[in-house]
């Protein structure tokens, strides 16, 4: 079954909020086996509409449609599929029971407006909304399935979990759709294209490989579809294995992993603490930590030194390193590194110094460049690394590079298998 996504509202369109809907809904249909070949965003005009509903379906299974069904003059999603329709609006009593519910319960009127939430088209099937007034609507055309949902994403997910999925799954049953993504760093994606050009060539037929590159990191999705999904699965996983017996150094996670999340189910894993020493990357490296949940566990703290003063009398960088090497120097971040894993107390620690620009680089260290160190008790090791001119996408990148010399040390001293 095939599927087209319509996310209705000019909010979109003029860039007032990001559309989270699609990504999400067309998640949720990939996970039962939908393909969705289309995600499209109109303004709330009853033209585009249904113009855009008259081409969709002749081509999809599935449309589903958000936004626009508030009780606001500018909402006219519902007059719009009235008229597509060819039909009249409709009180739907058990939204109306709900909705003089929650009104009472909260001691407030209903208003007019509010009663039109309850309103619908007389020729779909209300799908009842527990979290909020306006309720989804299902609509059969021939053979083509239309599901409008509110723009709401906590209520249309509630809506879709509750009654959308679960219906389409029963007519869906024999098609799976797999998706695994795999995510590596330190190659560009022409080289690790290239590093794979052999295992690309002798990929099964029914395994689609797609690369998607991003500052972070390289994903690697592979995709495959059938009617068995135990067999799809084994499929996929063999050429996961390949995977891992190629690149091992440069693949460090799947699917919703992140750096971070690796990097803390290893400390994990073996007992260790972490401590992080940041110049240059300005406290990111610590956020990308602590956004993982129970970071707490490995993670005892950081220390920002931008400046040289906070380097010597805190972190115990010596002058003479400063004055002999500047701050952005090998000599440098080892300290920094080395003193902060002193004064945390931990078993691991990161450090960093660099110029991430748009100002501040010379002929000897441009813009881009940055040191980064990893300490333990059994070796400090340090790279130095050229990034790039754009400020913000260094700041990102050396701190992921900094987290994968982590990772790497932590594999290589604990003899963890890659991947």
């Given at each position: 079954?095939?599927?087209?996504?319509?996310?209705?509202?000019?909010?979109?369109?003029?860039?007032?909020?990001?559309?989270?809907?699609?990504?999400?809904?067309?998640?949720?249909?990939?996970?039962?086996?939908?393909?969705?070949?289309?995600?499209?965003?109109?303004?709330?005009?009853?033209?585009?509409?249904?113009?855009?509903?008259?081409?969709?379906?002749?081509?999809?299974?599935?449309?589903?449609?958000?936004?626009?069904?508030?009780?606001?003059?500018?909402?006219?999603?519902?007059?719009?599929?009235?008229?597509?329709?060819?039909?009249?609006?409709?009180?739907?009593?058990?939204?109306?029971?709900?909705?003089?519910?929650?009104?009472?319960?909260?001691?407030?009127?209903?208003?007019?407006?509010?009663?039109?939430?309850?309103?619908?088209?007389?020729?779909?099937?209300?799908?009842?909304?527990?979290?909020?007034?306006?309720?989804?609507?299902?609509?059969?055309?021939?053979?083509?399935?239309?599901?409008?949902?509110?723009?709401?994403?906590?209520?249309?997910?509630?809506?879709?979990?509750?009654?959308?999925?679960?219906?389409?799954?029963?007519?869906?049953?024999?098609?799976?759709i797999v998706h695994r993504t795999i995510h590596t760093f330190?190659?560009?994606?022409?080289?690790?294209?290239?590093?794979?050009?052999?295992?690309?060539?002798?990929?099964?037929?029914?395994?689609?490989?797609?690369?998607?590159?991003?500052?972070?990191?390289?994903?690697?999705?592979?995709?495959?579809?059938?009617?068995?999904?135990?067999?799809?699965?084994?499929?996929?996983?063999?050429?996961?294995?390949?995977?891992?017996?190629?690149?091992?150094?440069?693949?460090?996670?799947?699917?919703?992993?992140?750096?971070?999340?690796?990097?803390?189910?290893?400390?994990?894993?073996?007992?260790?603490?972490?401590?992080?020493?940041?110049?240059?990357?300005?406290?990111?490296?610590?956020?990308?930590?602590?956004?993982?949940?129970?970071?707490?566990?490995?993670?005892?703290?950081?220390?920002?030194?931008?400046?040289?003063?906070?380097?010597?009398?805190?972190?115990?960088?010596?002058?003479?390193?400063?004055?002999?090497?500047?701050?952005?120097?090998?000599?440098?971040?080892?300290?920094?590194?080395?003193?902060?894993?002193?004064?945390?107390?931990?078993?691991?620690?990161?450090?960093?110094?660099?110029?991430?620009?748009?100002?501040?680089?010379?002929?000897?260290?441009?813009?881009?460049?940055?040191?980064?160190?990893?300490?333990?008790?059994?070796?400090?090791?340090?790279?130095?690394?050229?990034?790039?001119?754009?400020?913000?996408?260094?700041?990102?990148?050396?701190?992921?590079?900094?987290?994968?010399?982590?990772?790497?040390?932590?594999?290589?001293?604990?003899?963890?298998?890659?991947?």
């Open positions: 079954m095939n599927a087209a996504i319509i996310i209705i509202g000019q909010e979109i369109l003029i860039g007032q909020i990001v559309d989270t809907n699609s990504f999400w809904i067309a998640s949720q249909l990939n996970s039962i086996g939908i393909n969705v070949q289309r995600i499209i965003s109109i303004s709330d005009s009853e033209d585009d509409i249904i113009n855009t509903l008259n081409q969709s379906i002749k081509e999809y299974d599935i449309i589903i449609t958000t936004g626009g069904l508030g009780p606001t003059s500018d909402d006219i999603t519902k007059l719009s599929l009235c008229k597509f329709f060819g039909c009249k609006l409709v009180v739907h009593k058990q939204t109306l029971q709900k909705i003089e519910q929650i009104f009472s319960s909260r001691g407030l009127p209903v208003t007019e407006l509010n009663l039109k939430q309850a309103e619908v088209p007389e020729s779909c099937e209300p799908l009842l909304n527990g979290l909020g007034t306006a309720p989804g609507m299902w609509f059969k055309v021939n053979n083509c399935n239309i599901i409008s949902l509110p723009g709401v994403p906590f209520e249309m997910m509630a809506i879709m979990q509750e009654h959308v999925l679960p219906r389409i799954l029963q007519t869906n049953k024999k098609h799976y330190g190659l560009p994606e022409s080289f690790l294209a290239e590093k794979l050009s052999r295992w690309e060539q002798e990929l099964p037929s029914s395994i689609q490989v797609a690369y998607l590159p991003s500052p972070i990191s390289i994903r690697i999705r592979l995709s495959s579809t059938g009617n068995n999904k135990s067999i799809i699965e084994t499929l996929v996983q063999d050429q996961i294995e390949k995977l891992k017996a190629i690149i091992p150094e440069y693949l460090f996670g799947y699917n919703d992993d992140t750096m971070a999340s690796v990097i803390g189910h290893l400390l994990r894993q073996n007992k260790s603490t972490l401590s992080v020493a940041e110049s240059c990357t300005g406290g990111k490296i610590s956020n990308l930590i602590s956004e993982v949940p129970g970071a707490s566990d490995y993670f005892t703290g950081s220390i920002i030194a931008y400046s040289n003063t906070i380097k010597q009398n805190v972190l115990g960088v010596e002058e003479n390193s400063l004055v002999k090497h500047g701050a952005v120097s090998q000599q440098v971040v080892k300290a920094m590194a080395q003193g902060v894993r002193k004064i945390m107390g931990t078993d691991y620690s990161i450090a960093t110094s660099g110029i991430a620009g748009p100002e501040g680089g010379t002929t000897k260290k441009p813009i881009g460049t940055i040191w980064i160190a990893v300490s333990s008790p059994q070796k400090t090791i340090c790279k130095k690394f050229s990034l790039g001119m754009d400020r913000e996408r260094n700041i990102l990148r050396g701190s992921i590079t900094a987290l994968n010399m982590l990772r790497l040390q932590i594999m290589n001293e604990h003899k963890v298998k890659h991947g």
